[in-house]
């Protein structure tokens, strides 16, 4: 198994500029989040899925849309990029059976907005 | 959600035991005890979890007192390769282990 796999693992884009953030996981788990670590800080939850076709916000939701098609997909998208949204980005699954505090995490996104 | 409370940094030397605590006077009586651990420029990793007593795996020890509002997270003989974040988190039953919070958690240095 590969886990929890993101793309790409670096990107650049100028303010207003929209893009995906890929992540999949190859172990059929339910559930799946994205996270955005500043610098120097924890994590903070921006969005969530229990199942496809099942999203819900979380603690930082704005800026971001995401959608769950497949169970092995979650991509986030940035409508319009702006700097404050400079972060690392991971994503996170786990099966429904687990505690939610039991997650596999991806190797996360390097993202800058200039 | 209950909130916790850990030192913001730590130092040690190889081959000590660094003992980690977590403050959580808020915890809910469904609520467990979870740790995890970030290296640098990686996703944090499932450490450890429990309820209640002493949990052991074959990385870390949990020491959870009787009423639960603090937590220990316990690593023997340390090596440079454990620096790193440690996060404590309690559980969020209320809201169906959908909106897992991290706080800022614990940068630990081992020295040589």
């Known amino acids: 198994n590969a886990g929890v796999t993101q793309t790409p693992k670096f990107q650049v884009l100028k303010t207003g500029q929209s893009m995906t953030l890929q992540c999949a996981q190859d172990m059929n788990h339910e559930y799946m989040s994205w996270y955005r670590q500043d610098p120097g800080m924890g994590l903070r939850l921006i969005h969530y899925?229990?199942?496809?076709?099942?999203?819900d916000q979380g603690e930082v939701p704005n800026g971001y849309n995401v959608s769950r098609s497949t169970t092995e997909d979650f991509p986030l998208r940035l409508l319009s990029a702006a700097p404050s949204q400079t972060s690392v980005y991971f994503c996170?699954?786990?099966?429904?059976?687990?505690?939610?505090?039991?997650?596999?995490f991806g190797p996360g996104t390097r993202l800058l907005v200039l | 959600l209950a909130k916790t409370t850990q030192p913001i940094s730590m130092d040690s030397y190889e081959g000590q035991e660094v003992n980690i605590t977590c403050s959580h006077n808020?915890?809910?009586?469904?609520?467990?005890i979870t740790w995890y651990q970030q290296f640098p420029s990686q996703g944090p990793r499932f450490i450890i979890q429990g309820y209640k007593t002493k949990v052991t795996n074959e990385v870390a020890s949990l020491f959870i007192p009787a009423d639960r509002k603090s937590s220990t997270l316990s690593l023997p003989r340390v090596s440079l390769s454990d620096t790193a974040v440690y996060y404590c988190l309690v559980g969020d039953g209320d809201t169906g282990g959908f909106k897992t919070i991290f706080g800022a958690g614990t940068r630990l240095f081992v020295k040589a």
């Open positions: 996170a699954s786990r099966p429904l059976a687990l505690r939610g505090e039991t997650q596999y």
């Open positions: 899925s229990v199942g496809a076709g099942i999203t």
């Open positions: 808020n915890i809910a009586t469904n609520d467990y």
